[in-house]
C-alpha cells in the first residue's frame, strides 16, 4: 500500500518535471509531429498576430452604416493571384495593368512601393485563408509593420482611395461619396449666395460714392 | 456739449483675437497647401521656407493647437461679456452677434435695393454678412480641429472609430480649409477692403474705431441707437496714431498681396495635383 503511494507520487512529479520544458518551450515534442510546410505555415498564421492584455484580438465583424464594401476586385482564395497571368514576371510594373492604384498617399507621400505592403511573389488573393492581406491579420502583419499598435479597425482604412466624386463610390464608399458632395455643396452654395452679392454690392457702392461725388 | 467724432467698434482684445486668427489662419493655410501641393514647384518652394515636408507638417499641428487654444478663450470671454440676468437682451439684443429674423429680411431688403428696388436696410451694430463671417469660424475651426487631431493621432483614432473613418477626416479638413481660404481672399478681403468706399483699406479693425459720419451711412440705427441712450459719450474714441496706421496699412496689403498671389497660384498648380 505505501510503495504503490511512493510510486504514485513520483510518477506524478516525473510528469510535472516533464511538463516544464513543454510549457516553456511551446510544447516542442510535439511540434515535430509538423511534416508538411503547409502545415507548419498555418501554425503560424492562424493567428490574427496581435494580443491585448495577453487576449487575442479578432477582427470585429460589426460595421457601421456607411462602411467601405470591399473596394477591390474579388481576387479569390488563390494563394497566387497571378497563376493565370500570362508572361507573369517580377519584371512587369505592378502599374502597367493596375493602373492609377499608385495613385494613393501611401505611395505618393509615405514614398513606398506596391511590394512593401502586397510582399513578394505569390501574391496571395486577400481571401486567400493565409494571405498576410486577409482582413483576419492584414492590421499585424501589413499597416502594424509602419503604424505600431495598428489594430483591426485601423486597418479598415482604404489606402487606394476611390475618387470620391465617382459613381462607382457610392456603392463602395457611401460615406465618402456623401461627404464629397454635402462639402462640395456647402462651397458652391456659399459662393452662389456670396459672389453675386459681393459683386452687386461693389457696384452699389461704386455708383452710390459716384453720385455723391466722393 | 462737445460733439462725438469717433466711437469705438472693436476693443483690444478683440483686435489681437483678430490679429490672432489672421496669424494662425495664414500660417496653417500656407504650410497646409505647401503639403497639398508638395508636388508641384509651387509646394516645394513653400515647404523649403519651413524646412521640409516634415517640419512643415510639425508648425502646421502647432498653429492649429494655437489656433483652437484662441477660440477657446474667445468663446471664454464672450461667455464673460453675456449678461445672464438679461440674457435674453444679452443674446438676442442688437449687440449680440446671434442671427435674428431682422438680419433675413435685412438681407432679402438689401439684395432689392443692388437692383434699385426700395431703400438701403438701417443696419444695427452687426450687419448680416458679418454675422456670417463670425459664425463661419465657429463651424470651421471645430470641423477643422477634430478631423485635424484624428489625423495626427490615426491609431488613438481608430480605437474608437473605425480607421476609414481617417479617409472622410481627410476629405473633410480638405474641403472645409479650401473653402475658408476661398471665402477669406474672395470674399472677405476682396469686399471688406476694395469698394469704393472702405478702399485703400479698411481700417476699423486694426484701429478698433470708426468714424461716426461714416457710421451713419452704413449702420444708421446703431448711431441713432446710441445717440438716443447717450452712450456715444462712453464709447468716444481717439483717431489712430500716424506709425501705429503706418504699421497696419504695411501689413494690411503685405496680407491682401499675398493672399491674392496664394489663389491665384493654388488655382493655377491645382491641375498637377491629385488629391489622394
Not at chain 1, 510510486?7 to 511534416?35: E, K, Q, Y
Not at chain 2, 516634415?54 to 464672450?78: E, K, Q, Y
Not at chain 2, 480641429?145 to 481608430?158: A, H, K, Q, W
Request: charged letters at 15%.
Amino acid at each position: 500500500m505505501n510503495g504503490s503511494h511512493l510510486m504514485h507520487n513520483v510518477s506524478r512529479l516525473l510528469l510535472v518535471l516533464a511538463m516544464i520544458p513543454a510549457c516553456t518551450s511551446g510544447w516542442v515534442f510535439a511540434s515535430t509531429d509538423v511534416t508538411t510546410d503547409a502545415r507548419r505555415y498555418s501554425l503560424q498564421e492562424s493567428s490574427s498576430g496581435y494580443y491585448e492584455d495577453d487576449i487575442e484580438v479578432m477582427p470585429h465583424k460589426r460595421t457601421l452604416p456607411g462602411s467601405p464594401a470591399n473596394t477591390t476586385k474579388r481576387t479569390g482564395r488563390y494563394a497566387d493571384v497571378h497563376r493565370l497571368v500570362k508572361d507573369y514576371s517580377g519584371k512587369i510594373r505592378c502599374t502597367s495593368c493596375h493602373v492609377n492604384k499608385a495613385d494613393n498617399l501611401h505611395t505618393v507621400r509615405g514614398n513606398i512601393t506596391c511590394r512593401q505592403c502586397h510582399g513578394l511573389d505569390p501574391i496571395a488573393g486577400a481571401d486567400f485563408y493565409y494571405a498576410p492581406m486577409n482582413s483576419i491579420r492584414k492590421h499585424a502583419y501589413v499597416c502594424a509593420k509602419c503604424h505600431q499598435g495598428a489594430t483591426p479597425s485601423f486597418a479598415t482604412f482604404v489606402v487606394h482611395t476611390p475618387a470620391a466624386g465617382d459613381a462607382k463610390t457610392r456603392s463602395s464608399f457611401p460615406t465618402l461619396y456623401y461627404s464629397h458632395y454635402l462639402m462640395l455643396f456647402l462651397i458652391i452654395g456659399v459662393f452662389v449666395v456670396f459672389l453675386p452679392h459681393s459683386i452687386l454690392w461693389w457696384i452699389r457702392d461704386w455708383l452710390m460714392n459716384k453720385r455723391r461725388g466722393k | 456739449m462737445n460733439t462725438v467724432t469717433r466711437i469705438t467698434r472693436f476693443t483690444v482684445i478683440d483686435r489681437i483675437t483678430h490679429l490672432g486668427l489672421i496669424l494662425t489662419f495664414s500660417l496653417l493655410s500656407i504650410t497646409g497647401a505647401g503639403r497639398l501641393y508638395f508636388n508641384t514647384d509651387w509646394g516645394t518652394a513653400i515647404l523649403s521656407w519651413f524646412g521640409g515636408y516634415t517640419s512643415a507638417t510639425i508648425i502646421h499641428i502647432w498653429a492649429g493647437w494655437l489656433m483652437t487654444l484662441g477660440f477657446i478663450v474667445h468663446i471664454l470671454l464672450v461667455l464673460t461679456r453675456l449678461d445672464w440676468r438679461s440674457w435674453k437682451l444679452s443674446l438676442f439684443g442688437p449687440d449680440s452677434l446671434i442671427p435674428t429674423a431682422r438680419d433675413f429680411r435685412e438681407f432679402g431688403q438689401r439684395v432689392l435695393w443692388f437692383f434699385g428696388i426700395g431703400n438701403a436696410p438701417k443696419f444695427e451694430r452687426w450687419t448680416y454678412w458679418e454675422k456670417f463671417d463670425y459664425w463661419a469660424v465657429f463651424w470651421g475651426i471645430p470641423l477643422l480641429f477634430i478631423t485635424g487631431l484624428m489625423l495626427i493621432y490615426p491609431i488613438e483614432t481608430s480605437r474608437f472609430l473605425p480607421g476609414w473613418t481617417l479617409n472622410i477626416a481627410l476629405l473633410l479638413h480638405r474641403a472645409e480649409a479650401i473653402l475658408a481660404i476661398s471665402y477669406i481672399i474672395v470674399i472677405h478681403l476682396l469686399v471688406g477692403h476694395f469698394r469704393r468706399s472702405t478702399f485703400p483699406l479698411n481700417e476699423t479693425m486694426f484701429s478698433g474705431s470708426v468714424s461716426v459720419e461714416e457710421e451713419a451711412k452704413e449702420k444708421a440705427d446703431w448711431i441713432e441707437r446710441l445717440s438716443k441712450t447717450g452712450q456715444m459719450q462712453q464709447l468716444k474714441a481717439e483717431p489712430p496714431v500716424t506709425w501705429y496706421r503706418r504699421l497696419y496699412f504695411v501689413f494690411g496689403y503685405a496680407v491682401i498681396a499675398s493672399g491674392f498671389y496664394f489663389i491665384g497660384a493654388a488655382i493655377y498648380y491645382s491641375q498637377f495635383i491629385v488629391l489622394h
